[in-house]
């Protein structure tokens, strides 16, 4: 059984840094894809950044840019998520998710881990 | 980065009906058009994949459509577990960005 378990998140003061982590299960997790999706409280979603299977190629929105990287390890079947210069507007529900293999979408999500940043 | 729009962003409709919802790409997509259904405290569900191929364990009620820059989600004889908020995605070329969403509510 797939499994995405996302830890990490908490309250945070503005400016400050968190580092996600996502363990992965059931699956051979080098081989596919990974990405952070988030989730205002009460809005929609919005995707943050992807990986690829070897870490050689990440992409991320333009809101977090040169704040947060993306990182894995295969040996570790780890997902992880480096976020500095944290903003208030940065506050969300933050989801590990699997991109699935051929099909240039989302197949499987964690339960997220809820980001606060306030003062 | 391109732009995904949803529209209508809520709507109301009874159990048995059939609800259509749109999206719509600022530039040429292709068929790289995804959908996701969201249930309130609970992650993002996959229901269709490449504009139209159902993913696997999803009802048939559910189909998309479209190519380009104009997609559609139908659902066919809403049923109960249907009312949901809905939310298509481009994964085209990044940012892989998500439409606004489309929260289906009951009549």
């Known amino acids: 059984e797939v499994q995405l378990v996302e830890s990490g998140g908490g309250l945070v003061q503005p400016g400050g840094s968190l580092r996600l982590s996502c363990a992965a299960s059931?699956?051979?997790?080098?081989?596919?894809?990974m990405s952070w999706v988030r989730q205002a409280p009460g809005k929609g979603l919005e995707w943050v950044a992807y990986?690829?299977?070897?870490?050689?190629?990440?992409y991320y929105v333009g809101s977090v840019k040169g704040r947060f990287t993306i990182s894995r390890d295969n040996a570790k079947n780890a997902l992880f998520l480096q976020m500095n210069s944290l903003r208030a507007e940065d506050t969300a529900v933050y989801y590990c998710a699997r991109y699935g293999s051929y099909l240039d979408a989302i197949d499987f999500w964690g339960q997220g881990t809820l980001v606060t940043v306030s003062s | 980065d391109i732009q995904m729009t949803q529209s209508p962003s809520s709507l109301s409709a009874s159990v048995g009906n059939t609800v259509t919802i749109t999206c719509r790409a600022s530039?040429?997509?292709?068929?790289?058009l995804n959908w996701y259904q969201q249930k309130p405290g609970k992650d993002p569900k996959l229901l269709i994949y490449a504009a139209s191929s159902l993913q696997r364990g999803v009802p048939s009620r559910f189909r998309g459509s479209g190519s380009g820059t104009d997609f559609t989600l139908t659902i066919s004889s809403l049923q109960p577990e249907d009312f949901a908020t809905y939310y298509c995605q481009q994964s085209s070329s990044p940012p892989h960005t998500f439409g606004g969403g489309t929260k289906v509510e009951i009549k």
């Open positions: 059931g699956f051979r997790f080098s081989n596919y894809w």
């Open positions: 530039q040429s997509i292709s068929r790289y």
């Open positions: 990986i690829n299977q070897d870490g050689s190629e990440k």
